[in-house]
């Protein structure tokens, strides 16, 4: 949906964090997207859902933790306000956001969750699987069957997978898409940051994509810079593909990839 800006006036999507035009916040920016949780109750839910280790992550949803290395976010039933903190490893509290705003505060936390799991399955090793015993082996014939039929469902699921890893210009805006996530051109703060998007782009996102290589003529930073750029690891990262198989209990996090003396 389209809204006016308070600054200047232009008309500019609800989902703009910054106007495209002037630069101004918008106080009205709609922060919710498809398949987002927006409640702490929804954040707990999709952790679940997906295997998410949250004792080993030092991940405290709902509570107030009050020891060292913790991320979390509760509600102050005091004031009404939500609060995303980051415990840093010598104790000390640093909040991320405090306010009212439910649906920003979880994504907050969101955000930085799906950072922190990214990281570490970059740095993790393939396990050798043990191949079961008693196993019958297969005919040549039923092999190639089986292959054909995979390799069908990947070419499918690719077709199917969405948009792909580069620069998309959308109503006078830059974004950039990667592993899943969106990212906008910050012109007030000459940055990239995490970004909703329009339904338009998100379902038409061919015809506004540009390249997957940066050009200076974007008028935009190159996201290979930015500190959400990750190796190209591929269409493997989205979380609603292999994600359950990855994290089947509390020993496989290393928090070492953490820098808990960071703010965030």
Not at 59 to 66: A, L, M, P, S, T
Not at 230 to 240: H, L, M, N, Q
């Amino acid at each position: 949906m389209k809204i006016k800006c308070e600054y200047c006036g232009q008309m500019i999507s609800e989902t703009n964090q910054t106007c495209p035009y002037c630069g101004a916040e918008n106080s009205r920016v709609s922060r919710v997207a498809n398949g987002v949780p927006t409640t702490i109750e929804e954040l707990k839910t999709y952790c679940g859902k997906h295997n998410l280790p949250l004792q080993s992550m030092r991940v405290f949803i709902g509570e107030d933790y009050r020891g060292a290395r913790a991320f979390g976010i509760y509600k102050d039933e005091a004031t009404g306000n939500f609060i995303v903190y980051k415990n840093k490893a010598n104790g000390v509290r640093a909040v991320r956001y405090e306010g009212n705003d439910e649906a920003y505060a979880v994504n907050e936390l969101y955000m930085k969750i799906r950072e922190r799991a990214y990281e570490q399955k970059r740095h993790r090793k393939p396990q050798k699987r043990r191949t079961p015993t008693g196993i019958v082996r297969k005919s040549i014939m039923y092999n190639i069957i089986i292959f054909a039929m995979v390799l069908v469902f990947l070419i499918l699921f690719w077709r199917m997978s969405g948009p792909g890893r580069g620069y998309y210009f959308y109503e006078n805006s830059t974004y950039y898409y990667d592993s899943s996530n969106w990212y906008q051109w910050d012109t007030y703060n000459n940055e990239w940051a995490p970004s909703y998007v329009d339904s338009d782009l998100e379902k038409n996102y061919d015809d506004y994509y540009q390249s997957r290589d940066w050009d200076d003529d974007y008028g935009v930073g190159d996201f290979a810079d930015s500190d959400y750029y990750s190796e190209d690891i591929g269409r493997d990262d989205d979380w609603d593909n292999d994600w359950d198989d990855d994290w089947d209990s509390d020993d496989d996090w290393d928090s070492s990839y953490d820098d808990w003396d960071s703010d965030w």
